[in-house]
């Protein structure tokens, strides 16, 4: 059997790690891209880092179609920015070109509730051409699975209450930017709070037109949501500013932020369900101080109560792990834009990549692309409609 062969789109931080997991996973990295192009041409190694040579160079992102139409490639990683907005291109071009994405975009995590017309497109091309589109990451497993496995050990729900914080540091200017991070408080006001401060019909407008600019939290309601079988009623979102206390030198943003300016934001989200079922969520992300690190907290209401803190978690490390596992069930998984909330639970990959993608009698339908160990990503039903062929390997 063949390994895994991935390309990775965008060879900035979280690159080191998700193309030296790959290596270490017994995938092969068969090509690289970026738009920096001090960048370009340079080995793959020097980003992964320890003096290894693998001769793989970094090519120019706009060569990204060219390659995936000459060469055999059974993934694309991107990571890049956070929006699917900025990530139009790369996506389409997958889905145009039949390669398998997988991104750490926060928003491609659930983008049918905040830019469904980017998502139907998307979908509908990677569907035509038979190939998976997806989003993962840290959030796939502590705002999400984990959550979902904890709602299975309770009885009755009344509240979901989460919150997750993170340094903008450790991912790069496009993230930081997006949190506000720099900005005075006056500008964070106008260019960041000043978009949730609108009616429910005006949000509505904005997300239909694919202009909405979503939190974290909005894409992991919305999936926890769908993953726990819940109908939104109504959604809404706060964005407050975190102010540094003290001067804060950025070295992602090449400034010093001064005391009395954003580190970056706080951002609430609120859902509302039919069932009666709140969702109360909340991630911070800003640049730190050296008092502060990354906490996730999760709080269940209901009977019983159940509350998880994990802190410290090595936040960036644990996003590559999680896309990087996931590559096997983004290879059989049905084609289109699907969301990780119809795949298994992430589960450790102890052996090399490849080894995960054989057949399993999971349904009857023999066209079913959906077959990976002893589990089955969705039910049956889920299965009728499935274009994609069954896993290359």
Not at 102 to 124: G, M, R, V, W
Not at 321 to 343: D, S
Request: proline residues 3%; neutral net charge.
């Amino acid at each position: 059997m063949e390994k895994i062969k991935v390309v990775q789109y965008g060879c900035g931080k979280m690159s080191k790690y998700t193309m030296r997991y790959c290596f270490e996973k017994g995938a092969k990295i068969v090509g690289a891209f970026d738009i920096d192009q001090s960048k370009i041409g340079k080995d793959i190694g020097t980003i992964i880092g320890g003096g290894k040579t693998y001769r793989v160079k970094i090519r120019d992102a706009k060569e990204l179609e060219n390659f995936l139409n000459t060469n055999d490639v059974d993934a694309v990683i991107v990571t890049t920015m956070s929006l699917v907005s900025d990530l139009t291109d790369v996506l389409l071009t997958c889905a145009k070109c039949g390669v398998n994405a997988i991104t750490t975009c926060e928003e491609a995590f659930f983008p049918q509730n905040s830019n469904p017309k980017l998502f139907k497109k998307i979908d509908q091309l990677a569907q035509e051409n038979g190939c998976t589109i997806c989003g993962s990451g840290y959030q796939d497993v502590f705002w999400g699975n984990l959550i979902s496995v904890l709602a299975g050990a309770t009885h009755k729900i009344t509240k979901i209450r989460g919150k997750s914080s993170y340094n903008v540091e450790d991912y790069g200017i496009a993230l930081a930017r997006v949190h506000g991070a720099g900005l005075t408080p006056e500008q964070f006001d106008k260019e960041v709070a000043s978009v949730d401060r609108i009616s429910d019909a005006e949000r509505k407008k904005m997300i239909l037109s694919g202009k909405y600019a979503p939190s974290y939290m909005w894409n992991v309601n919305g999936w926890l949501c769908s993953k726990l079988g819940l109908t939104v009623k109504s959604q809404t979102q706060k964005c407050v500013p975190q102010i540094a206390k003290k001067n804060l030198k950025s070295t992602t943003l090449g400034m010093t932020i001064p005391k009395g300016a954003c580190t970056g934001m706080s951002a609430v989200v609120t859902t509302t369900t039919k069932e009666g079922i709140v969702l109360e969520t909340e991630c911070i992300g800003k640049v730190y101080d050296n008092t502060e690190f990354d906490c996730n907290d999760w709080t269940i209401e209901g009977e019983p109560n159940t509350r998880v803190v994990i802190e410290r978690p090595a936040t960036v490390e644990l996003t590559c792990a999680t896309i990087v596992n996931r590559l096997p069930e983004l290879l059989v998984a049905p084609a289109g834009y699907f969301t990780t909330e119809y795949m298994p639970e992430n589960f450790y990959k102890q052996e090399s990549l490849e080894k995960y993608l054989f057949v399993d009698e999971c349904c009857d339908d023999e066209e079913c692309g959906c077959h990976h160990d002893e589990h089955c990503c969705q039910g049956e039903e889920k299965h009728k409609d499935d274009k994609k062929a069954k896993a290359k390997k």
